[in-house]
């Protein structure tokens, strides 16, 4: 499986932007797809995820972005998107997108694919 991800730029505070998580290669049947985001000198945090069983689909968010952004899919593109709202500076972080087959993991330790990150600048 190959991610790629993409959309980052700098924003200000209130702004948004449109992060995409392009996916190729086989993924298996049942798989997640999250975003995590690192900021400098921080742990990976768990940002938002999404999976899918038949015609339901799953989403969960961290505590810190619920209500401000939103996890979503286009099947025939084979993207998830991560629409951030209401940016705040502490959004300031390199997101990556990964794929596992946890369904319902935070822990970007359970995530085996991984994309190259997508640098977000929010400015105050």
């Known amino acids: 499986v190959q991610l790629q991800a993409f959309g980052g730029g700098l924003a200000q505070t209130g702004g948004s932007l449109r992060l995409s998580c392009a996916a190729s290669?086989?993924?298996?049947?049942?798989?997640?797809v999250a975003w995590f985001r690192q900021a400098p000198g921080k742990e990976r945090e768990f940002v938002a995820r999404?999976?899918?069983?038949?015609?339901?689909?799953?989403?969960a968010y961290a505590e810190f972005v619920k209500g401000r952004f939103t996890i979503s899919r286009d099947n025939a593109k084979n993207t998830v998107y991560l629409q951030t709202n209401s940016l705040k500076p502490e959004d300031t972080a390199v997101y990556y997108c990964?794929?596992?087959?946890?369904?319902?993991?935070?822990?970007?330790?359970?995530?085996?694919?991984w994309g190259q990150g997508t640098v977000v600048t929010v400015s105050s």
């Open positions: 999404i999976n899918w069983s038949g015609d339901s689909t799953y989403y």
């Open positions: 990964a794929v596992g087959s946890s369904r319902y993991s935070r822990d970007y330790r359970q995530y085996e694919y």
């Open positions: 290669g086989r993924t298996g049947s049942s798989y997640t």
